[in-house]
């Protein structure tokens, strides 16, 4: 059976994905790649049934505001996009708890008939989907529908890429902000997030 030790892993990710799947790591380090296959399924189907209408957190998830009016974000809403399902499950719940109504797509296309269909105050782009050609054509397309539904949507991309002419072409087309995935990515998302 092949294992991991010859394979580069995040370990430290692997045991999020156990979090995330409410299962316990193994005591030992020897994961498997079946191991690693049957956790990855497991997660996907947690949050299958998260986002599935019979389940009675899929509305909550992506439909539930905060009670109190700390958060200023009462009302509002945010279209998250990410190729990964890790990625939109984090930020659906910081967002959901920020007091945002959530919706996610995973593809551009989904993305773009979700965004003709509801109105969103803020979008949150990844731009490798699956790669930046596909991330720069969705930008561009999402700001086309902004001026011609003259929406006042901030559109805010996200990446792994260090690239500054990656920063530049996005802000050229048209990206309120830009934040790469760094240490508190998250945490500058909703900082400028905030800004109107």
């Known amino acids: 059976m092949s294992d991991l030790h010859d394979i580069k892993v995040d370990l430290d990710f692997v045991n999020k994905l156990y979090m995330l799947a409410e299962k316990t790591p193994p005591e030992n380090a020897d994961i498997t ?4 296959k049957q956790l990855v399924d497991a997660v996907e189907s947690k949050i299958y049934k998260l986002k599935t209408p019979q389940s009675g957190n ?3 998830f992506y439909t539930s505001k905060r009670d109190d009016s700390s958060s200023g974000y009462e009302d509002e809403s945010v279209l998250i996009i990410d190729d990964l399902c890790i990625i939109t499950y984090q930020l659906g ?4 708890n920020l007091g945002f109504h959530v ?3 995973k593809d551009i ?3 773009v008939d979700k965004y003709k269909k509801f109105k969103f ?8 989907l699956p790669t930046e050609k596909e991330g720069f054509i969705l930008l561009e397309e999402l700001v086309k529908l902004r001026e011609m539904k003259s929406l006042d949507t901030r559109i805010g991309v996200i ?7 990656h920063r530049e072409i996005c802000i050229q087309k048209g990206a309120d902000f830009y934040v790469e995935k760094a240490e508190n990515w998250q945490k500058n998302l909703v900082e400028l997030s905030a800004i109107k």
């Open 33 to 36: 790649l079946d191991d690693l």
């Open 58 to 60: 899929a509305q909550k």
């Open 93 to 96: 719940v910081l967002y959901k």
């Open 103 to 105: 919706t996610v797509a």
């Open 109 to 111: 296309y989904d993305a």
């Open 121 to 128: 105050n803020l979008v949150i782009m990844d731009l490798f």
């Open 159 to 165: 990446t792994a890429s260090s690239k500054a002419e």
